[in-house]
């Protein structure tokens, strides 16, 4: 449908451009043509007069023998396409200055890390300096572009109080997917609870495993950090080795997998399981007694007894409760996180 002149047409113009040129526009479109020599003062100065022109959204006429010269809006469908011809001309711009900057980093990155692409011999570096491995971990994470994943154990060199928490990675504000596994000892740990739920509330994803028993740090498809010892900060291996790399990711989601979702989620759609069974199977394949798990549910531990010898009998019969974890497994009763990825 045609606009008729009387109607509004700024409408076509927000957030494509500033306000006060849409209004502007639409002043010049409703008056149709102004003499030139008014123009300024008719839209608010001469810099508004240069922007629609630069716009494409308004032009000046020259004298002819029968008329002075003006200044007139054009066409509001050709003032548009004025608009967008220009914002994909600064896109273009934008995007050669990102990839410009992106070049820039990969160059720095080699600079820094001490890792020339072409050089094989280079393709593993061990750190002893306790700085330059928070320093490295800190580059590797801001460096992922698809994917940073991590193994943490509760070993730490480093006290766990509210004073000393540690911050969500800076890569949670981009289009990275941020994924943790953690082991369970963690999530008795008040301060690194605390922590966690703040990594979850930036959008990391997190998950739980009964043992996890070494760190690990992976950047993409292209890095990875190893420990050399317990906490991770007293020696580690910094890898760029595809192979090993890959290996490592492999590793990685079979343990994702296997993990448990913090806080847990909706059983499986089909689980025979009651809500209660859910609940003490969540705590079962975290590797806690009885008794503990018990003290999480709020029931006794003859109650979690016979549940889980509900589970085994719902499960077609298990030796121990680790061919039990494997049985609910392959069974699919295991609750899942929010998958969504690829």
């Known amino acids: 449908m045609a606009i008729r002149k009387q109607d509004p047409v700024a409408g076509l113009f927000v957030g494509l451009l500033p306000q006060h040129i849409a209004a502007a526009y639409e002043k010049l479109f409703g008056k149709g043509r102004v003499?030139?020599?008014?123009?300024?003062?008719?839209?608010?100065?001469?810099?508004?007069?240069?922007?629609?022109?630069?716009?494409?959204?308004?032009?000046a006429i020259p004298a002819t023998p029968n008329a002075s010269a003006s200044f007139q809006a054009a066409p509001p469908v050709l003032a548009l396409q004025g608009v967008l011809a220009q914002l994909q001309a600064e896109a273009m711009k934008d995007q050669e200055r990102l990839l410009d900057g992106l070049r820039r980093l990969s160059e720095a990155q080699t600079r820094s890390d001490g890792f020339p692409r072409d050089c094989p011999?280079?393709?593993?570096?061990?750190?002893?300096?306790?700085?330059?491995?928070?320093?490295?971990s800190t580059h590797l994470v801001n460096s992922a572009r698809r994917d940073w994943m991590t193994?943490?154990?509760?070993?730490?060199?480093?006290?766990?109080?509210?004073?000393?928490?540690?911050?969500?990675?800076?890569?949670?504000?981009?289009?990275?997917?941020?994924?943790g596994i953690y082991d369970a000892a963690t999530t008795r740990i008040p301060a690194a609870m605390h922590n966690l739920q703040r990594c979850v509330d930036a959008g990391e994803e997190v998950r739980i495993l009964s043992k996890v028993l070494m760190k690990l740090?992976?950047?993409?498809?292209?890095?990875?950090?190893?420990?050399?010892?317990?906490?991770?900060?007293?020696?580690?291996?910094?890898?760029?080795?595809?192979?090993?790399?890959?290996?490592?990711?492999?590793?990685?989601?079979?343990?994702?997998?296997?993990?448990m979702p913090l806080g847990g989620s909706k059983p499986s759609a089909g689980s025979p399981l009651t809500p209660i069974q859910q609940d003490i199977l969540k705590h079962m394949v975290l590797g806690e007694a009885d008794e503990t798990i018990a003290r999480q549910i709020g029931r006794s531990p003859?109650?979690?007894?016979r549940n889980i010898d509900a589970i085994t009998e719902l499960a077609g019969g298990a030796d121990n409760r680790f061919v039990l974890g494997v049985l609910v497994q392959r069974l699919g009763w295991l609750p899942r996180g929010e998958e969504g990825h690829d």
């Open 121 to 136: 011999e280079h393709l593993v570096k061990v750190i002893i300096d306790r700085e330059e491995i928070l320093r490295v």
């Open 217 to 259: 740090q992976l950047a993409d498809r292209t890095a990875a950090l190893l420990p050399l010892t317990p906490t991770g900060t007293g020696g580690a291996i910094l890898l760029r080795a595809a192979p090993i790399i890959e290996a490592l990711r492999q590793f990685f989601e079979l343990l994702w997998i296997r993990a």
């Open 302 to 305: 003859s109650t979690v007894r």
């Open 35 to 59: 003499p030139k020599e008014h123009a300024a003062d008719f839209l608010g100065g001469a810099d508004v007069v240069k922007e629609l022109c630069d716009w494409g959204m308004a032009h």
């Open 151 to 179: 193994l943490e154990t509760a070993e730490t060199d480093m006290p766990l109080s509210e004073d000393n928490l540690i911050s969500c990675p800076s890569a949670l504000r981009g289009q990275v997917r941020i994924r």
